[in-house]
């Protein structure tokens, strides 16, 4: 008997070592109290199990419940209504003097407890009690850490954007850089920008919703606080921020409400209207920069920059295999921002991978064509050495915004593209969504996941796949084709592109290439260009002659 006994103890001793493993194995509380609650019930047999924790506040609430109505999960434990649910046996989760908690449990169908099972049971709950003191720990430096984290992260977008304001001297790259920092930091799919500054060309930007400058904006901006909620107008949940020059208020910014029905505070109220009060500032340089520029000046900058630019687009694109491809691009103005390119990887043949790739750059002018020759010799130098989309746009981005001005940046799609088999790589950097049309008439989107490259150091970017077929078409493309305007500012539209590329998917890609220019011309009418236009169209199959 007497070795059965030892043998016994050094079961359950080998069991309490086993479940000590498990409590140390995470930092996860509620992990630990499910394997706690497991082991309780499962070893003794018993149907209801209650483990309350006591708070910060002094107060045990119930953590975790099982068997037992009328005790759940938040709710303040009361050892009497324990006792009605049935529970009968109660123990201390730590030193019974000051316990982090209590493991309450209904007796077990074979009676009382053995006195060496109490012995098991208290030993595990001190082993738990320390594992789940730990947990609270790392929660509470997690917490600590992660509003540490958003303050210093609001910072830093705060002065990045201070910096970059403070350079520009476009007034719709400031009105880009403020809406894309205000929508990327709250993660939201609508917003608007408007300004009506006299004598000065009015900016509008809108994303989901549209924001007119009429009298009745100017009015509802006129009596506006410097951040506030809406009630209903445009949308409930909606952030309203006027652009103002002392008493005079030249714009409004509204961000529409946040996913995941998650709220603006206070903290984000104060960060938007700082913002915007810089970004209004920016505007006024901006607008006194333009008014006194010399003319002799901008045509020297433009010359210079169409110069530089001349020789960095493709000749020709290269010869791939069981692929016809077709590109243009048509600036709006001497000097543009748009860039594409088909980069072959590793070796030039018709059978290697290539880089497929459409880039719009902020602004014009002399920094765009200086932006655009140092991407287009920053893709090419990493090609050689990465071979993943995923490091290749982070380390693109990370040298960019190294060696360029905070407010130059650009955005980019990036395709990885497989002639022989058609498999397919795609990174999307804050660009348009391309467009996938299938040989069954199907239209996929590559939407956007990630930020423009160059905005700002040490973003990640997520890589998809997809797999072009005999007869699919690929078409990438810049803001300029959807967005064209005609004289009542109706834009192009991303259905409209695919309603022409799905008419004219049977001829060759230069066909369609000039096909969608000239669906684009006949709909913006006499209206005059303001963005430039790139349509870059890939169609998996024997080229066409």
């Known amino acids: 008997m007497a070795g059965i006994g030892v043998k016994l103890g050094e079961y359950r001793l080998e069991s309490l070592l086993e479940s000590a493993k498990l409590l140390n194995s995470t930092l996860k509380r509620d992990d630990l109290l499910r394997h706690l609650m497991r082991t309780v019930m499962g070893r003794f047999l018993v149907g209801r199990c209650v483990i309350a924790i006591q708070g910060d506040d002094g107060v045990k609430r119930v953590a975790m419940a099982r068997g037992s109505s009328g005790l759940t999960p938040g709710s303040v434990f009361d050892g009497d209504a324990a006792r009605v649910a ?182 984000d109220l104060e960060f938007g209207a700082g913002l915007v009060a810089q970004a209004a500032v920016a505007f006024e ?106 490091v290749l746009a982070r380390r693109a981005n990370d040298l960019l915004h190294a060696t360029t001005p905070s407010n130059r940046y650009a955005t980019a799609i990036l395709v990885l593209y497989d002639p022989v088999s058609g498999a397919c790589h795609w990174v999307n950097c804050g660009h348009n969504d391309g467009v996938i049309l299938r040989k069954s008439g199907e239209v996929e989107l590559l939407p956007c996941s990630g930020l423009a490259l160059g905005l700002f150091p040490k973003r990640t970017y997520e890589e998809q796949e997809f797999q072009l077929h005999e007869g699919d078409l690929l078409c990438l493309y810049s803001d300029g084709v959807t967005e064209a305007q005609d004289l009542s500012e109706n834009e192009f539209s991303l259905e409209r592109l695919t309603e022409c590329l799905r008419a004219n998917r049977d001829c060759p890609s230069t066909a369609i290439v000039d096909a969608v220019f000239y669906a684009i011309d006949e709909f913006v009418g006499s209206a005059p260009q303001f963005d430039d236009i790139t349509l870059m169209v890939v169609k998996r199959g024997a080229k066409a002659s």
């Open 86 to 267: 049935g529970l009968e046996l109660f123990y201390s989760i730590g030193d019974p003097a000051s316990p982090i908690g209590v493991l309450a449990i209904s007796r077990p169908s074979r009676g009382n407890l053995e006195v060496e099972e109490e012995d098991f049971l208290r030993a595990l709950l001190g082993l738990a009690a320390s594992s789940i003191a730990n947990a609270q720990a790392h929660d509470d430096a997690v917490r600590s850490n992660r509003s540490l984290d958003q303050k210093i992260q609001e910072l830093r977008a705060l002065l990045d954007l201070v910096r970059g304001l403070a350079a520009t001297l476009d007034p719709e790259e400031i009105a880009q850089m403020l809406m894309l920092t205000l929508s990327g930091r709250w993660v939201v799919r609508k917003y608007a920008l408007a300004t009506w500054k006299p004598g000065q060309p009015e900016i509008l930007r809108e994303r989901g919703m549209e924001l007119a400058a009429t009298p009745e904006l100017k009015e509802k901006a006129t009596g506006l606080p410097d951040a506030q909620i809406a009630d209903a107008w445009p949308v409930p949940g909606a952030l309203l921020m006027p652009l103002r020059n002392g008493q005079e208020t030249f714009g409004l910014v509204i961000c529409g409400p946040r996913m995941g029905s998650l709220n603006y505070g206070e903290a």
């Open 285 to 390: 340089n901006a607008w006194h920069f333009r008014e006194t520029l010399g003319k002799k000046q901008l045509e020297n900058e433009l010359a210079l920059a169409a110069a530089i630019q001349q020789g960095l687009f493709p000749s020709q694109l290269p010869e791939m295999a069981q692929t016809d491809i077709a590109a243009r691009n048509r600036q709006a103005k001497q000097v543009g921002g748009d860039y594409y390119d088909a980069i072959p990887i590793d070796r030039a043949a018709p059978d290697a991978p290539h880089l497929l790739c459409v880039v719009d750059i902020s602004g014009k002018g002399m920094f765009a064509s200086l932006l655009m020759s140092n991407i287009q010799a920053t893709l090419r130098a990493l090609l050689s050495q990465e071979s993943t989309l995923p």
